[in-house]
Structures are given as C-alpha cells and as structure tokens.
C-alpha cells in the first residue's frame, strides 16, 4: 500500500456505509485504549483509528496551586514512569527559582534516579509486556499470550525480567523513599545526600544487572534477525524523528537539545535550546481522540509529525556514551545501510540497547565520587516561566509552567512522550490494518496484530491521558445505514463474540 | 491442590501505579501464581470478566460513563471488590479537576493550550462521556475493602492478600496504612 493510501485510511470518505471493528481495552499497554476499524461488504479495511478516551484536566487543576507542589503532583499522572514526570517537572521548576547549573552531586543523584526509572520501564515493557507477543507468536493462545506463560515456557527468562525491573526500583527506592511517586528532586536540587550503605547496597549487584542487559539485547535482537522479514515489515513506515542529544550529538536522556531528522536522516533543525520548542513544535486537535497530534512547525500537520522513543534517540545518536551498549548500537545502525532504521518492531531492539546503556550509567555513577558530596541545592534569579524537557523512557517529555509573583500556577502545557508517537502509532495500525486484516475474516490473534503494533510502542496511555481523555479499544461494524450492527469483543476466554447490538 | 483463588484487576481513572506496587513484589509473583489465577486483567488479553471470580482488584476512580459500565461489571462479577488506592478511595489526584468545570479543563487543553492548532474540543462518539465529577468507587458499587496509599506498598498488597488466602481478616495493621 502506498504512503497516500495509508494517509487514506485515517478517515474514510462514507464511513456511515461501513461496519465497526472495536477492539477495546488495549491490554498489555500501560492505560487505557481502544481501535476502531471501519470495514466495507468485503471485509476491506477503509478506516483504522487509534483514540485515547479518557481526560484528566491536568493543565487546568494545577491553576492555583504553588510551583513546588508541581513535582510532587505530577507523577501521580502515570505510575510506570513517574520519574520522568517528577523530573522533568522538577527541572521546569528549576528554572522558575532560576537554578541554572545544579551542584554536580544533585545533577548525578537525579541521574541515578533517572537511569534506574529508564531499567525498571524497559525491563517491564519487554519482558512483562511485549516478550509474549514475540516469544509464543502474534496470534499464539491467548491463555498463554501473557507473562505468567512466560515464566511457564521461559523461567529464567522471566525471572531475569523481574529482577531487572527490581533492581531498576530499588535504585528509585534508595534514592526517593518509595518505588513509586516518591520524591527526590526539590527546586534546584536534590533533598537527600546518598550514603556509603546506600552505594553498598546497589553496588553489590550492578555487574549481574550489566550482564543480564547484556543478555537482554541479544534476546531482543535474535528475536528481530530470528524472522528478519516480518520484523522488518511488520508495521512499517518512514518518518521523521526527535529525541534530544548532547552538544557532541551523542545518545542523552537527562538533557541537551533538541534533535530532528527526517526518514533519510537528514537534519530538520538541531541544538535546539529546549526552551525555544514552542517555535518548533505544535499540536493538532483531531475530534475523534483526546489525544493530541503534535508536529513540526516548518513542516506542517501533515509531514511534520516524527517518532520519539528509543528508535528516535538510536536512530538520532551519533554515538553511546557507555562501551557495551556502543558496541550495540553499532550492530543495530547496520540493520538501517547508512539510513535511520524504520522498523515498528526494531523499537524493542532500541529499548533493550537503552536498558543496557542505563545499567552501564548507575554502575559509572556508583564508582563516581561526586555522588557522596552535601552540597545539594542552589538558588537564583527566579523566573515567571519554565521549561523542563528530559528523554523518558517512551519518549521526548515537556513540562512547561508559568506562575504569578506569588509563585502560583497559572499556565501549563505538557507534551508527554506517547502524545509525540501518536500519528506514529496510528499509522502503525493502518499498516497492520491494511498489511494482515484487509479482506480477511478477523479472528482474536488478527485482532492481536493491531495490538502488537501498537505495544511496540511501548504508550504509555495513562500519561497520554493528562488532558482529560481515556483510551478503551474494540472494534464495531457498522451498516450502510450507520447502524453498529456487529461488535468485535474479545471475550475472557479470549474467544471473539459478535456481541448483538 | 486446592482450587486456586479467581482475582480479577482493572484500572478506572488511575495512573497504573496501584498495579506497578502489585508487581513490585518482584519474585514473590512466582508464589502467587501457585495460588492465584488472573481473570481480566492489564497485563493480560482478556478483555472481560468471564465468569465470577472471588476477588476484585479496581485502581482509580470514576470520571467517565465507561469507567461506571465496568465498575457495575466488577461488582456483579467479583464476590469480594476491592478499592486499591487513593484515587480509587477519595478520587485522588484526578478529582482534582472536581474544582473546575468540565467546560474549563477541556477549554485549556484544546482551546487555549499553547501550541494548539485546530483548535476544538474533541465530540467524537467514540470518545466516552466524561463525567462532571471524579468520584470515589463507594459513590456508585458497595465496596468491601479499602487499601490506602498513593499507592499501597507492595508488602501491604502482600499482606492483604496472603491473609485473605489464608481465610483471616485481611485488614491492615496500622504500619501497613499510610497515604505516602
Ligand atoms: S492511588 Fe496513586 S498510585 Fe494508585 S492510581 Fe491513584 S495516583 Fe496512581
């Protein structure tokens, strides 16, 4: 199918005409999601729509509130990656009490958080997640499609999983008091030294978590050669892509500048001040999702939007600053011939290189003396505005907050990560749509494609719903009459049902 | 062996961290599993409840006419429902929007967001109507068992269950109970 045929299929010209696919909830995903398919008399696939279905109200309810609630608020907008959210807030934050350069120990501290939020979210979407999926096959049973089937068929396999997300929220835990929504980063700094127990305790285990990422990325990347046609096309499509990288343009996630290239790998623009995005990003409204669809500005809506996520920050990286996972990356540039590597499936790939990365950076840090320092906050200028930017696992993340003299909220714009991926994601449907459901009676394991797709991803709806939106999946037909006259529902059994409407 | 324990789990407006803390058992899962067989759940593709099942785990409150369908579906499906959560028991953080209109916090995020182009609110009949309220679980189903905390830790989702496997009063003892 062509790259305008596929554009087709975002809406379909009579869509009263058609029957409705829904396939809702999205499982395996972190929140809450739906796809409907709009089918015509032969089972063509005319219309394949991804829509986030729940609102929070975020950018609304924080109005009022004063600055430093803000890290503290946010994570609670996903517990997979609330880190990030901290984080990135925190670092927003930062420039509001005007803390321009933070001590060297509080920069490396949130760091250490940062990289063992990065282990425990990879290790969770590829082992608990999506390993299923690509050990059992795309339409294998689905009593077995999940991760107790795994530790079944593969128990050292899930064990090691389990044990990389563990020790991922230990780092998250020592460091923060809790393993989720614990708080670490306060405005210009950190609120808590690290102890010599502390170090003694996550050092003890840091060159098996090495050698079990290790392990990880060859996991994944026999997986992808293992069936190096379907991995290649599965989903497939070029685009551009953002992360950020540091000044040198090496691989970064807890700051720099922004990066995009587009699907030849050319520069869009680069060293992007993270301060400057609104010039260079902006969000469509589309009435059929709540989720945003952001894009280029110099490209327009209907070029302009990229992908963000490891494949964007491998892809993007003119190196890896830790020697394993540069050696990994290195293996990986080879599968894309001097071209950025577009395979939906080659995210999973990407991810367990980034996992292998975070594990050499905390055990680089553990060694690091600057970690014991207590000097731990600095203050400044402070500012009516800030902008926080930082690589979470799924991806580029924006918080940007203005207050009024006395510090209170009264303007926040947030672009979480799986926000950035949605025309991504969206037209990875379409391509499984129109590559394995057209014309085909759909069955649960076709059904599952879609979903496969879209896990590869790795979205993490609960943050994509901040705005106010939640996000269901299932599928509908729909009659000429407009009429819902069948509805695709998998059953807990995981047989499909054509529930009568 | 004896017949093992039906548990079915589900996220309504929460941010899946009350799950993430049933996960941080860590090893612990492997014990579980012996006892313990998952209907519908997140981590898994079963998509609905397909029979009653003994226990109803239900993170989140309630913000949408969808997250109302379900939680009726739990409640006649699950012989014991459980609130896990803060959000699940006062609402949480999402009520915060409970200060606001509805019409307010659609119109900051797609009306006057920064950066919006095509501005409009989305009205598509696949999106499930939004409450005005976030409200807490108890306000619609009866709930049997609160477990509080933003979210749980995993050793009080560990006690709750081990205690009620083992046929004993599954409340927590007071070290166990804290929002943070
Ligand atoms: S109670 Fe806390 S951890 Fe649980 S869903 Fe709500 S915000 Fe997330």
Redesign the pocket.
């Known amino acids: 199918m062509s790259p305008s045929a596929r554009l087709q299929l975002e809406t379909a010209s009579h869509p009263e005409a058609l029957k409705r696919i829904v396939i809702e909830p999205l499982t395996r995903v972190e929140g809450h999601g739906k796809v409907t398919l709009l089918m015509d008399e032969d089972d063509h696939v005319r219309q394949a729509r991804l829509h986030i279905v729940e609102f929070r109200g975020f950018e609304k309810f924080i109005q009022g509130r004063p600055y430093w609630e803000v890290p503290v608020l946010v994570q ?1 907008l996903c ?1 997979i990656c609330p880190v990030s959210h901290h984080l990135a807030a925190a670092k927003a934050v930062d420039m509001l009490v005007g803390a321009r350069q933070l001590t060297p120990t509080a920069d490396k501290l949130r760091r250490l958080l940062h990289y063992g939020q990065i282990l425990q979210s990879h290790a969770l979407h590829f082992f608990h997640l999506s390993s299923p999926d690509l050990l059992f096959g795309f339409d294998a049973d689905v009593a077995t499609r999940n991760i107790i089937g795994v530790i079944a068929a593969h128990p050292d396999l899930a064990v090691q999983g389990v044990k990389l997300r563990k020790y991922g929220q230990e780092v998250i835990r020592v460091l923060s008091g809790k393993r ?2 614990g708080v670490f980063a306060i405005p210009g700094g950190v609120n808590k030294a690290f102890s010599r127990e502390d170090r003694e305790y996550l050092a003890k285990d840091i060159d098996q978590v090495v050698a079990w990422s290790r392990g990880a990325v060859e996991i994944a990347r026999s997986l992808y050669v293992g069936k190096l046609e379907t991995s290649e096309s599965f989903g497939a499509f070029r685009s551009n892509f953002l992360s950020l990288t540091t000044p040198k343009g090496d691989f970064e996630l807890y700051d720099g500048a922004l990066r995009a290239r587009d699907d030849k790998g050319q520069t869009i623009f680069d060293q992007v001040d993270c301060a400057h995005y609104l010039r260079y990003l902006h969000e469509e409204v589309k009435s059929w999702s709540y989720m945003k669809f952001p894009f280029i500005v110099s490209l327009g809506n209907d070029e302009g939007w990229y992908r963000v996520g490891p494949l964007a920050r491998i892809n993007n990286a003119e190196r890896m600053p830790t020697p394993l996972a540069e050696e990994a990356r290195k293996v990986f540039m080879a599968m894309g011939k001097g071209e950025p590597v577009h395979a939906t499936l080659a995210y999973h790939w990407a991810r367990m290189i980034e996992l292998l990365y975070a594990a050499e950076a905390i055990q680089g840090l553990l060694s690091d003396a600057d970690i014991f320092g207590t000097d731990l906050m600095v203050k400044g200028e402070p500012a009516l505005e800030g902008i926080g930017v930082i690589e979470a696992p799924r991806g580029t993340l924006f918080h940007h907050y203005k207050v009024d003299e006395t510090g209170a909220i009264v303007k926040a714009n947030l672009i979480v990560s799986t926000t950035n991926n949605n025309t991504a994601m969206n037209t990875a449907v379409r391509e499984v749509a129109a590559q394995y459901l057209d014309g085909k009676k759909l069955t649960e394991g076709l059904l599952n494609h879609i979903e496969v797709a879209i896990r590869a991803y790795d979205p993490c709806l609960s943050c994509a719903t901040h705005a106010l939106g939640k996000m269901p999946l299932q599928v509908e037909l729909i009659d000429a009459d407009g009429q819902v006259v069948d509805r695709l529902v998998k059953g807990a059994d995981g047989e499909l049902s054509g529930e009568a409407v | 062996m004896a017949e093992k324990l039906k548990v079915a789990t589900c ?1 309504l407006a ?5 799950h993430m ?1 049933l996960l941080d058992i860590d090893e612990r899962l492997l014990e579980l599993l012996e006892v313990v067989q998952f209907d519908r759940s997140p981590i898994n593709d079963l998509k609905h409840i397909s029979q009653p099942v003994d226990l109803g785990l239900i ?2 409150g309630v913000c949408n006419a969808e997250n109302v369908h379900t939680l009726r579906e739990f409640r006649s499906m699950c012989k014991i429902l459980v609130a ?5 028991i006062t609402g ?2 999402p009520s915060m929007r409970n200060s606001f209109t509805l019409k307010e916090c659609l119109d900051e995020s797609y009306i006057r967001g920064m950066g919006v182009e095509f501005a409009h609110i989305p009205d598509d009949p696949e999106i499930p109507l939004l409450l005005n309220r976030v409200r807490p679980l108890h306000h619609i189903v009866k709930i049997d068992h609160f477990l509080p ?3 749980p830790s995993a050793d009080a989702i560990w006690y709750f269950l081990t205690e009620l496997l083992a046929g004993r009063d599954p409340s927590l003892p007071r070290e166990l109970i804290r929002y943070d």
């Open positions: 609670r517990g989720i929504h | 996220s929460g941010c899946f961290g009350c803390s993170e989140g896990v959560g803060e959000c699940g949480g953080i905390g933003c979210p």
